[in-house]
């Protein structure tokens, strides 16, 4: 059974760091599109960032450019989302998932996902 396990969330002030992982189980992903997307309380589900298999295509949703990285390292399973210069607009719960295929923004074309880490930034 294939599974992505995020961790690295947590309660930090404006301006804070975190770093968040995803660890994939069950299957390698490695040929494997992944993202990660994130939820605030009363809204839709949003796109973050995506990194292709190899590591070499990136994408970030234009509100974390400049501030956040996605990685990945595949010889762990693992992928990662470096976030600075946090805001309060950050907080949400934060998703990895992963899809056959190139990057995408699309939540919908995600065929596994997490069961998320929240992330709280106080200001």
């Known amino acids: 059974q294939a599974q992505l396990v995020e961790s690295g969330g947590g309660l930090v002030q404006a301006g804070g760091s975190l770093r968040l992982s995803c660890a994939a189980s069950?299957?390698?992903?490695?040929?494997?599109?992944m993202g990660w997307f994130r939820q605030a309380p009363g809204k839709e589900r949003e796109f973050v960032a995506t990194?292709?298999?190899?590591?070499?295509?990136?994408s970030y949703a234009d509100f974390v450019k400049g501030r956040f990285t996605i990685s990945r390292d595949n010889a762990k399973n693992t992928v990662y989302l470096q976030m600075n210069s946090l805001k309060p607009e950050d907080t949400a719960v934060y998703y990895c998932?992963?899809?056959?295929?190139?990057?995408?923004?699309?939540?919908?074309?995600?065929?596994?996902w997490g069961q998320g880490t929240q992330v709280t930034v106080s200001s």
């Open positions: 998932a992963a899809r056959r295929g190139r990057i995408s923004s699309g939540a919908r074309e995600y065929d596994y």
């Open positions: 069950g299957r390698t992903f490695s040929n494997y599109a």
């Open positions: 990194i292709s298999w190899s590591g070499g295509g990136t």
